[in-house]
């Protein structure tokens, strides 16, 4: 097929019910994120089928047509976070739908389809079904193969990014499966290579999970809000994002939009919508208490950690630890940490916080009504410094009140040094600084303040200043994080002139990639 038509469209939407339908029992049962509530295949054929539905009942001329009416039915049936991005994903290829639909535009449309998709959610999240979708958008981007040929290497390439999906999100590994979504993803990608080459369905990717008995504790609440005006779209999301996780508004084309979140206030969800237009056919689930069992049995709970600097964030993920990065000066929402702790698995969540404004948003998360179901404990830390060294000691293998207060008392045990640059002219406790002087801080207390410039030479002298003062003190291990404008062999010339002076102190490095301190200090 050189070009897509009106039939192929509707062969399209009737081969997805099918695939998602046969799928669906192996795809409910591999839905542990974001809740373990069994239902992502479900809701992917429930949107579909509403989808084609409405497309079987319309006479449309064109494809365009047919896309643009496959689009309003999934928008206006999208049911769950993964049938409202399915939705989105079907109205990328209908707002795209102009001219020859022919290979180079299913390739232009899967791209617009990633974006759409993307923005409709409120905090995307790695290994799940956006980040397949973005993995496929790439791969065909700018590619003029085919019809046929494009769909082939999009469903390829998803079937590829779907297997690495346990890799990027620490739930899904846990619990040995891929993501769910990103499964019902690559079913309705394989559907269109069905009726654009006739080739036959793959039906693989399904794994397996056990989970205990789930109970109710939060809810699910979805609605069609109309007469919105689209510069208060921003508004929604921030005030739905407030109530819980898992928010998303997608729109339709036409003027609609799917609202979709997971919050414990079903009222303040509504009065949202009503504050901005006019809600309808609005759907109340309950959600299920996210339980999901590791197979072959383990310990059922996981340390997460909420952090400033994005190298500082993935050194952390390379030790499998989920995180939530957080831009330099902001504060997470409570999505933002409610979605963070539904990335781990089991009912004990551990959260290690980077500084004392990250200690107070996990805190107040924590007590939220959507973290009810977990038992969330908040080690409080003032510096990544202490976030490292509270991990340094956590054992998997202990009693979980054990850890954690193992966890605790190294991080309460570090004591802290920093080196800033002065940004303006201040008066402190050692004197007055200038803007561009290196100012040395221990425990938040500025103790010394070196001239400008900020060589590396003065960088190293001052830090060489606070560290002796907090080794004075006793102390086997020093930890430092070089900064953003940290300069590149200042923290090799550190170590170095630290050996000479501290032979019998460990010293361990590494980039933090924060933009508010040259260099972070721990001793313990």
Not at 265 to 289: F, K, N, S
Request: net charge negative; with cysteine.
């Amino acid at each position: 097929m050189r070009v897509l038509d009106a039939a192929a469209v509707s062969a399209w939407a009737a081969g997805c019910v099918h695939s998602l339908a046969s799928l669906r029992p192996a795809i409910d049962e591999i839905n542990v994120y974001p809740v373990a509530d069994s239902d992502t295949g479900s809701n992917m054929l429930f949107t579909m089928t509403g989808a084609a539905r409405e497309l079987s009942a319309a006479t449309p001329e064109t494809a365009a047509d047919a896309l643009k009416i496959l689009a309003r039915g999934a928008v206006a049936s999208a049911k769950g976070n993964s049938g409202v991005i399915l939705s989105q994903v079907v109205r990328g290829l209908a707002d795209r739908a102009e001219g020859d639909l022919d290979g180079p535009w299913l390739a232009r449309a899967l791209g617009h389809a990633d974006e759409v998709a993307t923005g409709a959610v409120s905090r995307p999240v790695a290994g799940t079904i956006l980040t397949v979708l973005h993995s496929v958008a790439l791969a065909v981007r700018g590619d003029a193969s085919s019809l046929g040929d494009v769909a082939a290497k999009a469903a390829k390439e998803a079937a590829h990014a779907l297997e690495k999906t346990p890799e990027q999100l620490p739930a899904l590994a846990r619990a040995g499966v891929v993501d769910a979504g990103a499964r019902g993803l690559v079913a309705v990608l394989d559907a269109l290579v069905g009726v654009l080459t006739g080739a036959p369905l793959e039906q693989e990717h399904a794994l397996e999970v056990r989970t205990e008995t789930p109970e109710a504790y939060a809810w699910e609440v979805m609605y069609l809000l109309d007469g919105v005006d689209e510069a208060s779209l921003p508004t929604l999301r921030k005030e739905l994002s407030g109530l819980g996780d898992s928010v998303t508004v997608a729109g339709d084309g036409s003027g609609s939009h799917a609202v979709h979140v997971h919050c414990a206030d079903i009222g303040a969800a509504i009065e949202a919508g009503l504050a901005l237009g006019r809600p309808r056919r609005i759907r109340v689930e309950p959600l299920l208490t996210p339980t999901p069992i590791e197979p072959g049995g383990g310990i059922d709970r996981t340390v997460v950690a909420v952090v400033h600097g994005g190298a500082l964030a993935e050194l952390l993920r390379a030790e499998s630890i989920p995180v939530l990065a957080v831009p330099e000066g902001g504060t997470p929402s409570v999505e933002d940490m409610i979605g963070l702790l539904n990335e781990a698995a089991g009912r004990h969540v551990t959260v290690l916080p980077g500084s004392v404004a990250l200690t107070a948003a996990a805190d107040t998360a924590a007590g939220h009504a959507m973290a009810a179901d977990r038992d969330v404990v908040v080690i409080p830390c003032a510096s990544p410094v202490q976030v490292l060294a509270a991990l340094a000691v956590h054992d998997a293998g202990r009693r979980t009140n054990d850890d954690v207060v193992a966890m605790a008392e190294a991080a309460a045990a570090t004591r802290r040094g920093e080196l800033r640059i002065a940004q303006e002219e201040s008066l402190t406790w050692v004197g007055r600084a200038q803007s561009g002087d290196v100012v040395g801080l221990v425990d938040d207390e500025v103790v010394l303040i070196e001239p400008a410039p900020a060589s590396e030479t003065n960088l190293v002298a001052a830090a060489m200043k606070v560290l002796n003062r907090m080794l004075a003190l006793g102390g086997e291990l020093v930890t430092v994080l070089s900064g953003a404008a940290a300069p590149p062999g200042v923290a090799e010339e550190l170590a170095e002139q630290l050996r000479v002076e501290h032979p019998e102190v460990e010293l361990t490095s590494y980039a933090s990639g924060q933009a508010d301190a040259v260099l972070l200090m721990g001793v313990e």
